[in-house]
């Protein structure tokens, strides 16, 4: 018996399917159209608009008062780098982000390795993702007591030494970043464990027998296994705490409002003194761009990353 | 779109937004808690220019400001706000924006409410562009009673006195200086209070770019405080609450504005009774006497006494002895009138020191220096206050130079 | 390869006990099926031999060695999952080495077992892809291949078909049972399917609620199952079960029929005591489809739906409100309502206890 023959497809019936495929497209397209609409009109009016007037404010050499609109060239810009303390501003953000990214990170899946299956461990995560709801200028407050010359930390390690203590840690160049980021920390890791757990709640349970009887030990498991898993998660928490560093302002305005070089403590920080506090707008313009620019940068590596990462294991 | 367009339609809309059409003009202010007075004053000024003028509070400051600058810069100044003065005032006046007030200062002059010297802080270029809200002196405040357990009997007259008593209270167990660093902007005033105590021409030329930060002047005044701080003269300028050591007793003086008796008032300690002031001396006998004035303007829009001439009659009750006497009332301010009840008695006591001394009166640093400068100054002479050594001093003076020296460069 | 015995196994998750006193012995080389409905805990039981979950009580002992407190990777067992559990992040060359890997075995020798197994398998071409790029057969020889490279002494199979569909499954039973043979392995093979337990188990554990209900091997299990369960479960379609009836002669009497019985063959009670009658859907012929059963009775019933197969068809009838199946061998189409005749083969037929379940057979 011979195969039935396929009848020839003609042009015309091509071209007949392409325009219904495009008729098709495009009526779907204007339906999805009516409906982002409003969304996209307030984005473009709240964010977008503002986002370009700050671009074209960072090239005018605006000044208080005058409102003189023109063109500056890239003079904020290379203002920024004869900023006397701008070493400071650099290395005090440098360690926000990586204190940020590595710190919560890892107190967070420690603590979900940790809580995970412990008894009451429903409220022990409730407790650490408490701190996560006050407001940061609250928690802000209460540790700037807490960290005070006659305050908690120095209280308890008096009594541990036997000896009066009253170092000023957000008083000192050297330990006010890192007592300001360990505040931060202590805000966020609930949000880092919760996430973490998530995301190992979504590994099969399989794999980890299976490596299990392969003969892997518990660090072997977490190591080969469940650590590969859960880098696509580990990707989102760092790129929501890369922005969290980079963009740190409320603790440090709260916490740093006793230091003299407050100013220097993070580069939103300086960018706020500089707009607001001594009226450079223009200025203030550029520092945002460049802070808009290394977090977009930098998300944008981490996005990149964490897609490769999550095609490998898909 | 242009930007002063674009400021322009932004603080239309804010305007029309935070004032009611209705009213004839809006006065717009940030000082905080001095609600009550400046009800008087808004009611008084509606009263005497028989126009309705609404009250608009903004706070805080860096938000009052942008507000402000902003609306300047898109053609549209508020009909009445309070400014700063010294370098503030100048630039703000630059804008063309604000209108003359020679007239009245004349007349107010004539009446005795005020004198030349005030009318000098309200002026840029020898015209007056403001009027007082309120001047404050800045002595020393004393307590009375640390005064007399140490066995002192009047304020110090010379130097070598201040540094007795200084003494005599440490003895006694006090810590003579309260000396807080609060808020990132306390730390101007050792600073300045030193620097014109030992040379009062120095200090003004600090502020227009004359006399370096680095220079034998300032090393000068900086080796005082330094030694003040060796000596223990200080309490912790890492205390937030800035009067807590003055009200628990702690500290026995405080170099602060006289407004500040209020706020202790506030807090038990009854000026005059148990709060006395006297201004400090100076280091040596044959430098000029000389009184810190920090003052705070009311200014007035061109455009809006153009247009309404009746704001001149709100001017003129402003600048009235009825006027300072609400204020006093209400908040315990001094306008600076000579004509008004001094609201509490530490003015009364300043009031007559200033009467017999005569001494020269001085803008403020803050006020004087240029607004650029203020906050990158400031917050070396606070990173001083918390490491108070002979080694930070000399490095926040290069510091503070290098700022001044790349500011003045681009003027 | 060593052999598994199991001694007095008892599972308990808090108060609920999942694995009430179970003894058994695979012996080396064994090819033994675990089956049983769902909840019926094989699968607890393999996870106990493969060391996942603790032994509540009792002892386990592969080739000869107590192994209760030694973790998996000591028993020298390996494991194949219901969902392959490959590593999803490593390539299939990763999946197949990393028991091995993490063991510090040297590379000649992880070489030597991969390659081995991958050709076994037929894995050659894919040892680089990862297990997303693999069809559901190919993972299950991925996952086959891991356990083998481990050369253990019993491969453990938790359902290991259940995820392929119909045609690879058989084909992939009758790969597993092939290797089975050539590496001589033990194997202990979990599965609810009753065809894959009998197609290729050496012996049958058919499990009951945490029990034993029978061991065996499968073509005995299912001639003389021990009791109603093991009847009604091994064998599709089910067994034919219905009350009967003892009768002189000695005849068991049901719907009507007296169906003469073998006496030897039978512990049987007196006349007139109840009993469970169970047929075989093969043991009911239908009239002029394969051989007339020589002894047995006749009878006659409404066909209410028939199952084609092709080779056969499954024919539901209704004789006096009892519905019975009957499997039509080189089948006929029937429509619905049609009567049809039927002879039960005699010799053939079950008789149980009624009370305690159990078969009435001697032997």
């Not at chain 2, 002031?277 to 000029?288: C, G, H, N, Y």
Request: hydrophobic share 45%; glycine share 8%; charged share 20%.
């Amino acid at each position: 018996m011979q195969a039935p023959q396929t009848p020839p497809i003609s042009a015309a019936i091509r071209a007949e399917a392409h325009r219904r495929e495009v008729a098709a497209r495009r009526r779907s397209g204007r339906v999805a159209l009516v409906f982002i609409a409003p969304a996209l009109a307030l984005v473009a009016l709240f964010l977008l608009l503002p986002v370009l007037f700050n671009l074209g404010l960072s090239f005018t050499r605006w000044q208080r008062f005058s409102g003189l609109d023109e063109f500056g060239g890239l003079m904020n810009y290379q203002r920024l780098f004869m900023v006397p303390y701008l070493s400071e501003v650099v290395i005090n953000t440098a360690m926000w982000v990586i204190g940020a990214i590595t710190l919560p990170l890892a107190f967070g899946l420690g603590l979900a390795l940790l809580l995970r299956g412990v008894p009451g461990e429903g409220l022990f995560k409730a407790l650490f993702f408490l701190p996560r709801v006050l407001a940061p200028a609250a928690v802000g407050t209460i540790w700037f007591y807490v960290y005070a010359p006659d305050g908690v930390i120095n209280t308890l390690a008096g009594a541990a030494v036997g000896q009066e203590i009253d170092y000023g840690w957000l008083f000192e160049s050297h330990t006010i970043t890192p007592a300001i980021i360990m505040t931060f920390v202590w805000q966020t890791l609930g949000i880092n464990m919760v996430l973490l757990l998530l995301g190992m709640a979504a590994i099969p349970r399989d794999p980890i027998e299976a490596a299990h009887v392969d003969g892997a030990s518990s660090w072997q498991i977490f190591r080969h296994i469940i650590w590969p898993l859960l880098l696509p998660t580990v990707f989102v928490v760092t790129i929501l705490n890369v922005i969290a560093g980079f963009t740190a302002f409320d603790l440090i305005w709260v916490m740093g409002n006793g230091y003299p070089a407050q100013r220097s403590l993070s580069l939103a920080v300086f960018m706020y003194y500089e707009t607001f506090s001594n009226s450079r707008w223009a200025f203030g313009a550029a520092i945002a761009v460049m802070l808009s620019a290394l977090v977009i940068l930098v998300s944008w590596a981490l996005t990149v990353m964490q897609s490769r990462v999550e095609a490998r294991i898909r | 779109m242009k930007i002063k367009t674009l400021m322009a339609s932004a603080a239309i809309t804010a305007s029309a937004w935070t004032a009611a059409a209705a009213q004839d003009a809006t006065f717009y202010y940030d000082k905080n808690g001095w609600d009550e007075g400046f009800a008087a004053l808004i009611e008084g000024a509606s009263e005497a220019s028989g126009l309705d003028i609404a009250g608009q509070q903004l706070t805080p400051t860096d938000r009052y400001q942008a507000y402000v600058m902003s609306s300047i810069a898109g053609g549209a100044a508020p009909a009445i706000f309070t400014w700063w003065n010294g370098k503030q005032l100048d630039s703000l006046v630059e804008t063309g924006e604000i209108a003359d007030l020679t007239e009245l200062w004349d007349e107010a002059i004539a009446n005795g409410w005020f004198s030349e010297a005030e009318r000098e802080l309200f002026s840029v270029d020898g015209t007056p562009y403001a009027i007082p809200l309120n001047v404050a002196r800045w002595p020393v405040l004393y307590n009375k009673d640390a005064f007399a357990a140490a066995g002192i009997d009047a304020p110090p007259a010379t130097w070598d006195e201040l540094l007795a008593d200084a003494d005599a209270l440490k003895e006694a167990g006090y810590i003579p200086f309260n000396a807080p660093a609060v808020g990132g902007w306390m730390g101007f005033i050792w600073f300045s209070e030193l620097m014109v105590r030992t040379d009062p021409d120095a200090f003004v030329g600090l502020t227009d770019g004359t006399v370096p930060y680095n220079g034998p002047e300032v090393q000068r005044a900086m080796e005082i405080w330094t030694d003040f701080y060796e000596r223990g003269y200080f309490t912790d300028a890492r205390e937030q609450d800035e009067t807590r050591f003055m009200v628990n007793e702690e500290a026995a003086m405080y170099l602060i504005g006289e407004w500040t008796a209020g706020i202790l008032a506030n807090r038990g300690m009854e000026p005059g009774e148990k709060i006395g002031a006297f201004l400090m001396p100076p280091v040596d006998a044959e430098t000029e006497n000389t009184v810190i004035v920090e003052a705070a303007p009311i200014v007035f829009s061109a455009d809006a006494m153009e247009e309404m001439p009746a704001l001149m009659d709100a001017a003129r009750y402003l600048m009235s002895p009825e006027a300072g006497n609400a204020l006093g009332q209400a908040n315990g301010i001094y306008s600076g009138n000579l004509m008004t009840d001094a609201p509490n008695a530490i003015v009364s006591d300043v009031n007559a020191i200033i009467a017999e001394d005569a001494p020269r009166s001085v803008v403020r640093w803050w006020e004087a220096v240029p607004p650029e400068l203020q906050g990158d100054l400031v917050s070396q002479m606070n990173a001083f206050m918390l490491d108070p050594t002979a080694e930070n001093a000399q490095r926040v003076m290069d510091d503070m130079q290098s700022l001044n020296e790349s500011y003045w460069a681009f003027q | 390869m060593a052999s598994v015995d199991l001694k007095d196994f008892v599972k308990l998750y808090g108060d609920h006990v999942a694995i009430k006193g179970i003894d058994l012995h695979v012996e080396d080389g064994e090819f033994c099926v675990f089956v049983g409905p769902s909840g019926c805990g094989k699968s607890t039981l393999l996870r106990m031999i493969a060391g996942l979950e603790t032994i509540s009580h009792g002892d386990l002992t592969i080739g000869g060695r107590v192994v209760n407190d030694v973790p998996s990777r000591d028993r020298g067992i390996a494991m194949v999952f219901q969902s392959y559990a490959l590593y999803p992040h490593m390539t299939v060359r990763d999946n197949l080495g990393f028991g091995m890997k993490i063991a510090g075995q040297d590379k000649a020798e992880i070489d030597r077992r991969r390659e081995g197994a991958a050709e076994m398998l037929g894995l050659g071409p894919y040892m680089e892809r990862r297990p997303s790029e693999l069809s559901g057969g190919q993972r299950q020889r991925v996952a086959i291949g891991r356990a083998m490279v481990r050369e253990p002494e019993v491969f453990l199979f938790d359902e290991p078909l259940s995820n392929l569909d119909a045609k690879l499954r058989n084909q992939t039973r009758l790969e597993i049972k092939r290797l089975q043979q050539q590496l001589g392995a033990t194997v202990i093979f979990v599965t609810h399917d009753q065809i894959e337990a009998m197609t290729l188990a050496d012996k049958i554990v058919v499990l009951q609620d945490g029990r034993v209900a029978q061991t065996g091997a499968p073509l005995d299990v299912f001639e003389r199952p021990r009791n109603l369960f093991v009847a009604g479960f091994i064998g599709a379609p089910a067994m034919n079960v219905l009350p009967a009836e003892m009768g002189e002669g000695p005849v068991v009497r049901a719907l009507g029929l007296e169906i003469p019985v073998e006496p030897g063959r039978f512990d049987l009670p007196p006349a007139g005591a109840p009993v469970t009658l169970g047929i075989r859907s093969e043991d009911i012929v239908p009239e002029g489809h394969g051989q007339r059963p020589q002894t047995g009775a006749d009878l006659s019933g409404q066909v209410k739906f028939s199952e084609v197969l092709g080779n056969e068809s499954l024919v539901f009838f209704d004789v006096g409100g009892v519905e019975l199946v009957s499997r039509m061998q080189r089948p006929r189409p029937v429509r619905e309502g049609e009567e049809l005749s039927f002879r039960i083969d005699g010799t053939r037929i079950h008789l149980f206890d009624s009370e305690t379940e159990t078969t009435l057979r001697r032997d």
